[in-house]
């Protein structure tokens, strides 16, 4: 167990960028990169170092932002993709090879304070169907191989974010927790692994799924300030879900000989849209809450004490994956453009800092034409493609643009198309003049119809070409409810 001195909040008082912080003990955020038109690496560092995060997760060792954290005083975490988990699993040589151009040169040569390795992420998760079960090990092991032979196994340690359905609980008892029977056995050689080379165990925790999945979880107990009934778990009470969950870990890891490891909370966040759930008020409420509890010094009832932990996430990403719903493109603190979405003080009094020196392109939207007929058979196809291509998950039930009548619903995919196109005169012109460039905001209420930034990624057409196909299930529920209001 931690010693009072561990448990007890350290602050340390600087001066940045003007502003006053009180640094959390503790607390990083994630940095993901499936976006059309990313930040510059060097744009979202200053963001990082203007707002006192101190700590960053990568989910693939990208070259620029590697080269932009040089010497920037952040701690890093750098993630292995599923994808390359077989090939470093079968050879020792590719796993020395990646340590070596994704670690070791960035360490020696540019100064980057990395300290973990992510092997995979989450790549025990039910959908997967047991694909990485045979890889995992056998490359968490060749990458502490490799990182022993260069030298850094000291410094950077090895682990496996892991999502929380590994463990479970048949009572919903914390107490009651141990690793899923399927793959148990499993889960004891990663955690004695670990042990062994006293890494941590690293875990994503999202009671933001849990109100997705189940609608009778109870809404209160998925924040911290909620009115619900507790969980008395023998004399351990529980008033929130994380609590609860990281414990169902705690007592997992306690029974099978190895209650002393480690435990990051490798994310933990609630997204802003793509879901009735999905909100600005309740992305605040939940962040600002786990945020006051790390100020203080609160732990879970097995562990006291603040939690090493990776807020999900820095910025929105337009281009993720949505099979696990809408609102994965929406987990951002702060938009695209590096523009907070909320107040929220991560140490600082004023809240969040807005990253500078980002540039948009000009104030036009692309907008469904007032001479544009709504049963032109050639409409639905429009938007389908247009979504296909662009991001339209705020047009869920629910969601930020939920409420838009037809006419707005075609505007806002058209627009999503034009932006993501980099404003191209020729992603406008939809096929019978549906289309036209205007220079008035069509924002409604609290829909906004974004103005993409300027980009290094920018490349005119080929811009749309890297929005993922998946968009098309979007495009279908669109189209869907463009059909009811035409019948209506």
Known sequence: MLSKSVVAVSFVVIFLYGNFFIEVEGIGVNWGSQASHPLPPATVVRLLQANGIRKVKLFEADTKILGALSRSGIQVMVGIPNDLLAPIAASVAVAERWVSQNVSAHVSSNGVDIRYVAVGNEPFLKAFNGTFEDITLPALQNIQSALIKAGLATQVKVTVPLNADVYQSASNLPSDGDF?????????SIVKFLSDNQAPFTINIYPFISLYNDPHFPVEFAFFDGTGDPIDDNGRVYDNVLDANYDTLVWSLQKNGFGNLSIIVGEVGWPTDGDKNANMQYARRYNQGFMNRQKVGRGTPMRPGPMDAYLFSLIDEDTKSIQPGNFERHWGMFYID???????????????????????????????????????????????????????????????????????????????????????????????GLSMITTRDPSFGSCQFKIMIKSDSSSGGEASGRMSLTRRSVAVLLLLSMCMYIVL
């Open 180 to 188: 899923r029977l399927e793959i148990r056995d499993l889960m004891i």
């Open 338 to 432: 590096g523009q907070p979405k909320y107040q929220l003080s991560l140490g600082n009094a004023n809240g969040l800092i807005p990253a500078k020196e980002v540039h948009h392109m000009a104030k036009k939207w692309c907008v469904l034409a007032p001479s544009a007929n709504l049963q032109d058979p050639q409409l639905g196809p429009s938007v389908g493609y247009a979504c296909d291509h662009a991001d339209c998950t705020s047009l869920g039930y629910g969601s930020s643009c939920g409420n838009l009548n037809l006419a707005q619903n075609v505007s806002y995919a058209f627009n999503s198309y034009y932006q993501v196109s980099d404003q191209l005169e020729s992603a406008c012109k939809f096929p019978g």
